[in-house]
């Protein structure tokens, strides 16, 4: 092997190895957010705050555009749920 293959396979594995890293932090980021997010909206349910119903009126929008897919992600996004549990709300939306 010649120096350059090396640095090469280094470089790689390098890369490889930050890539998986940087992968796994945003998967914790976004799980933390989410779980954020659910405390944030059942405090705002005590307090008698509805911003939910607005939020989720441009997940409704998206679902009745055709967009389903961006919908389902969104409404995750909002409330924190899993894809089941969107999908499932999304498609109610729909009925």
Excluded at 33 to 44: E, F, G, S, T
Excluded at 66 to 95: C, F, Y
Aim: proline share 0%; aromatic share 0%.
């Amino acid at each position: 092997m010649t120096m350059l293959t090396i640095l090469v396979a280094i470089t790689l594995l390098t890369s490889v190895l930050i890539m998986n890293t940087l992968s796994g932090l945003v998967t914790t980021n976004q799980r933390h957010h989410a779980r954020v997010d659910r405390k944030l909206n059942q405090i705002m349910e005590h307090l008698g705050i509805d911003t939910a119903a607005s939020e989720l009126s441009e997940v409704t929008e998206l679902a009745l555009r055709g967009k389903k897919i961006q919908a389902i992600k969104r409404h995750r996004e909002l409330t924190g749920s899993s894809l089941k549990e969107a999908k499932d709300a999304v498609e109610r939306m729909l009925d």
